[in-house]
């Protein structure tokens, strides 16, 4: 086929040796069958910000971390500088959390390198050499739901571990490749300790990826696994290869109001003293 624009600076650099088809077109990207040398992958060449339907919400981007202060301003203004800057901060964090996951043993493609807003990646096919469908077009019997989603549970578990939660999970962004689910697209992948939406974000991927399974196993809606992973996680007992039981009991424990307040007035009482204590330091010095 015809060399997209997008790739011809690839195909010059000799990182793309030929464009075999278009695989898809979503809302954030295009995604193109490739060839390199003796290997065939995937370019996911992504659309620019005036061209893409999903919006980059502020509740994906909190705790993101910007480690240069003049691009953190100007991204914080919103100037063109500070727009072109956060158009690349954001789409860095897909090739970021790729690279992190990989690392970490999650079922991700594996990427091969991002340039000039392509990312090079692993081409995830099914059992017979086909390009692998995304679950929504897989029909499963209720053993096998019960399997996958244990598997994906696992992948949750291994994202949030490496400190991230993908955002969007469901039936729409996982491949399967015969054997097991491949967890793809991740530009609005969450910091698990820097966002205040995080537990919201974890448990809405589990549930929606329950509900997918359960309409092949309807017993999966009777779990709990969102609210025991976040529970486990707070308390700093998850581990990648923590065992899941699908049970949670709500903690229904009442505070002792008067006790906390006493703790508050302690506090402010010993702040006073310390401030007094500066105060009468400073006198002296006078």
């Not at 509740?59 to 100007?74: D, F, P, V």
């Not at 500070?82 to 990989?102: F, I, M, P, T």
């Not at 077009?137 to 291994?158: C, G, N, S």
């Amino acid at each position: 086929m015809k060399i997209p624009k997008r790739l011809q600076p690839l195909v010059d650099d000799g990182m793309i040796d030929e464009v075999l088809v278009q695989l898809m077109s979503g809302k954030e990207a295009q995604v193109y069958v490739v060839r390199c040398g003796e290997q065939v992958r995937c370019a996911k060449v992504f659309k620019e910000a005036k061209q893409r339907s999903f919006k980059q919400a502020v509740q994906y981007q909190e705790g993101r971390k910007e480690r240069n202060s003049r691009r953190s301003r100007a991204m914080a203004k919103k100037t063109r500088y500070g727009q072109k800057e956060q158009e690349k901060a954001w789409l860095n964090s897909e090739v970021d959390a790729l690279y992190r996951l990989a690392a970490a043993g999650v079922r991700v493609p594996e990427p091969f390198g991002f340039v000039d807003g392509v990312l090079l990646m692993e081409l995830i096919n099914d059992a017979d050499g086909y390009t692998a469908p995304r679950l929504d077009d897989v029909t499963f019997t209720p053993e096998q739901a019960r399997e996958h989603y244990a598997t994906v549970l696992q992948e949750v578990v291994r994202m949030l571990c490496a400190g991230l939660i993908h955002g969007d999970l469901s039936e729409f962004n996982v491949l399967f490749d015969g054997r097991v689910p491949v967890i793809i697209d991740l530009p609005q992948a969450v910091d698990a300790a820097g966002n205040n939406a995080a537990q919201e974000m974890l448990e809405r991927d589990v549930d929606n990826m329950r509900d997918y399974f359960a309409r092949y196993a309807p017993e999966l809606l009777e779990t709990q696994y969102a609210k025991e992973i976040w529970a486990l996680y707070e308390s700093g007992q998850l581990h990648p290869d923590s065992e899941l039981t699908g049970q949670f009991v709500l903690d229904t424990h009442i505070a002792d109001v008067d006790e906390v307040l006493a703790v508050i007035d302690d506090a402010e009482e010993e702040e006073l003293d310390r401030q007094a204590r500066i105060h009468g330091d400073e006198d002296d010095d006078d």
